[in-house]
């Protein structure tokens, strides 16, 4: 996953046709277990742009993207929010999920 940081993040949500972006908090030890689970789905979606921020530096984005609670993963389709998630039960699941969100 790559680290992006505030100032490069809209820019790349509308560049970039597709990609996901994973919202953590350092000290939350359920975003760790979602980050690791989140490498081995990165690697099942070659052609799926995996980007990673602390929440904390983007609190703007958080009220306009209405986020509840960390981890989080967003799926971005053409700049515009296709999927998000919170509930990280396995990585079957993750991996179903974010398939039927993907365009074919």
């Avoid at 680290?3 to 939350?28: D, G, V, W």
């Avoid at 030890?29 to 995996?50: N, S, Y």
Wanted: hydrophobic share 45%.
């Amino acid at each position: 996953m790559n680290a992006i940081h505030r100032n490069e993040l809209r820019k790349t949500i509308e560049n970039e046709p597709l990609l996901a972006l994973y919202l953590y908090t350092p000290l939350c030890g359920t975003c760790q277990l979602a980050r690791r689970m989140l490498v081995i789905i990165e690697q099942l979606f070659p052609t799926l742009p995996f980007y990673e921020t602390d929440i904390n530096y983007i609190p703007e984005q958080a009220v306009e993207w209405q986020i509840s609670s960390v981890p989080c993963l967003l799926l971005f389709v053409d700049g515009a929010m296709a999927g998000k998630w919170y509930a990280f039960p396995s990585v079957t699941d993750l991996y179903e999920q974010l398939q039927a969100r993907l365009p074919r």
